[in-house]
C-alpha cells in the first residue's frame, strides 16, 4: 500500500487515526501495532512472517544479551550478537541477493542450477537495518534492551517508516515509544509535511517518471535525449524517495515521533563528500557507525583506509540491488571520494562555487544513469549517447519535443530540489504581512495539493515508487 494511493488516503489513514486518538495511552502502540501488521499485510501478505521472525528474534537476543551481562559473562553475550547477525543478514541475503549469487555462478561456471525466484519482501533492507542496530547498540551498552514486545514491534513494524525509512533507530525514538507528546502543533505540523511530501511524489516526482518512460519509448536517440533523460532520473529518484521521506516524516509527527531527516538538498552540494552528507542521509550515518567506524574508519593506514572506504561503498552499492550495476555505482562513488579526501577536494577549493555545483552535477548525473539500467548490457549504450557514441546528432525532434512538453515540470521540480521555495516561505512568513497573508494561504495550499494529488490519482496516472526495487 503506497502511501500515494486513494486507499491509504481515504480509507487506512482516516481509520487509524480515529482509532489511536480514541485509544487510552496504554493501547496507543499496541493499536499503531495492529494497524501497521495490516499496512504490511496488506501489500506482502505471507512474508509478514520474515518481518515478525526479526522482531522476535531480535528482542530475545537483547533481553539475552542484557541478562548474560548482567551476570559478567561479556564472552557469552558476543553468541547472541552473532545470533542477531545470522538471522538478519541471513534473511535478507537469501530473498535479495540468493538469485544474483546463483545466476552469477551458473554464468561463470557454466553449470545449471536452478534460481530460487523468491520475491524481495518490501522493506526488508530496511527493517534488517533497524533491527540489527538495536541489537548492535544493545550489545554495546548505548541502549536498553525494551522489555515490551509490543512497544519494540511497534518500533520495528511502524508503518510510517517500514517501507523505505528514514532507516530509524532505537535510540532516536525509544523514549517516544514509550511515553510521546501529543499536540495540535505536532499534529498540523504533520499534516502540512505530508501533503507537501504528496505533492512532491505525485506532481512532481511521478511527472519526471512520465517523461523518462516517454524518453524511453519515443525512439529519439541524441546526445539530448541521453541527457534529458539523465536529468530527469535523477530528479525523479531525489524527489520520489524525499518525497517517501517527508511523508513518513510527517505521519511520524501525526502519531508523536520525530523521525530523523533524511535528505538536505543534495544537489546544491559543491563536493562529492558533502553530497553523501546530503543524500540518504540516515542510510550514510549507519554505514559509517556499524560498518566505517569498526573496520578503522580513517584512523589507520592508507591502505586500511583505502579499503575501508571501498568497503564500505561496495556494501551501499550492493544494498540498493542485487544487480553489478548498483555494485558499480557504489564503488563509482567510493572512488570519488577517495580521489576528492586525496587531492579533488583542495583543487575545488580554489575553484568558483560554480565550477563546484557542475562538477557535482555532472558526476551525479552519471552515477544515476548508471544506477537506472536495468541491464549492464544497456549501461555502455547510456553512457556512450551522453557523449555522442552510437546517437544520430546533438538533437532530434522527437526529443525536443518532449523537452518542450515538460519544459514546465522540468523547471519546478529543479527548483523543487533546491532550498529556493523554502527560503521564500522563511523570509515572507517572518514579516508581520507574509505571516498573516500565509496563515491563510497555507492550509488553502495544502488542500489545493491533496485535491490535485488526488485527482491525478484517481485518473490512474503513472505512480511508481523507485525503491520498492531494494
Known sequence: MLFSSVTFLYAFLPIVLVLYFAAPKKLKNAVLLAASLFFYYFGERTYIAIMLISSITDWIWSLLI???????????????????????????????YSDFFISNINALFGTAIPLTNVHLPIGISFYTFQTLSYTIDVYRGRAKAQRNFISFATFVCLFPQLIAGPIVRYTDVDRELDSRKHSLEGFSLGIRRFAFGLGKKVILANGMGELCKDLLAGGGNSVLMYWLYAIGFALQIYLDFSAYSDMAIG?????????PENFDYPFISKSITEFWRRWHMTLGTWFRDYIYFPLGGSRTTTFKWLRNILIVWFVTGFWHGAAWNFILWGLYFGVL????KFFLAKLLEKCPGVVRHIYVLFVTLISFVIFSVESMTKLPVFLGGLFGAGTTGLVD??????????????????LASTPLFKWIFTKISNTKIGNAVFTVAEPLSIAALVLVSTALLVDGSYNPFLYFRF
Open 251 to 259: 505521519l511520524g509527527k501525526i502519531f508523536g515521533f520525530n523521525f
Open 337 to 340: 571520494l577517495v580521489i576528492e
Open 66 to 96: 542484557e541478562h548474560y551481562r548482567a551476570k559478567g559473562k561479556e564472552k557469552v553475550t558476543k553468541w547472541f550478537l552473532i545470533g542477531s547477525l545470522a538471522v538478519n543478514l541471513g534473511l535478507l541475503g537469501f530473498f535479495k
Open 397 to 414: 525532434k522527437t526529443t525536443l519535443y518532449f523537452a518542450d512538453s515538460y519544459l514546465i515540470l522540468l523547471v519546478l521540480c529543479i
